[in-house]
């Protein structure tokens, strides 16, 4: 595929609904590309796509078995792609999204075959965006801050423009505030619940969640 010199701005705020077309489009190509979400400005792109997860590594200049989150838009989505555990599990991550927390599970012997891993976090977000998106594709979006392996994550489109534009297809900005920090990030491929990464939403509310489930 071959990129253009510089990426389209696309306005999220001007057109919803348009914006989720071409950004469904771009996901259908292999295209990489920005958008906000309900924590910081996401690359975006097929995780099944090989050549778009390389270009996402490339940009970022991470390592290529980094795993990424991954947004989906509902459970019934997840469901085709990772095992549950328990009901009590099931049960958790009804109580706990839309909202931003990340959550490692167990995936099918599809999934993992296709991907050539065990597990991979998933979040459903607290983004119309993203919801609207994820809802069109019916399957995950790739979902990894925008910076390079090391630095911290870009939040103004503006910036990400002049950092990235090159390098990507589109970037799909907003002018309403993100929360400007990483999901919360847990692992529940065992029986309970581990914390990984600090975020807006705090472990010991998770837990305490959990617990009454």
Not at 186 to 201: E, M, N, T
Request: aromatic content about 10%.
């Amino acid at each position: 595929m071959i990129m253009s010199k510089n990426a389209d701005m696309i306005s999220i705020d001007a057109n919803l609904d348009s914006a989720v077309q071409k950004a469904k489009k771009l996901f259908l190509e292999g295209s990489v590309f920005v958008y906000p979400t309900d924590t910081v400005y996401g690359f975006g792109a097929n995780p099944f796509n090989e050549d778009a997860v390389k270009r996402i590594n490339e940009i970022k200049r991470r390592e290529n078995d980094k795993p990424f989150i991954m947004l989906v838009n509902s459970i019934e989505t997840l469901l085709k792609y990772i095992e549950i555990k328990s009901e009590k599990h099931l049960d958790f991550l009804l109580s706990i999204w839309p909202n931003p927390v990340s959550v490692v599970l167990s995936l099918n012997s599809k999934i993992s075959g296709i991907l050539g891993v065990e597990t991979a976090a998933f979040r459903i977000p607290n983004h119309r965006f993203c919801l609207k998106l994820t809802s069109e594709l019916e399957m995950p979006l790739i979902s990894t801050s925008v910076n390079r392996s090391g630095l911290p994550p870009i939040v103004e489109s503006s910036v990400i423009y002049d950092e990235f534009s090159s390098e990507l297809d589109a970037i799909f900005h907003t002018d309403k505030k993100s929360f400007y920090s990483a999901s919360t990030l847990i692992d529940l491929s065992d029986s309970a619940p581990v914390f990984l990464r600090s975020g807006k939403i705090k472990f010991e509310d998770l837990l305490d969640k959990f617990q009454k489930c």
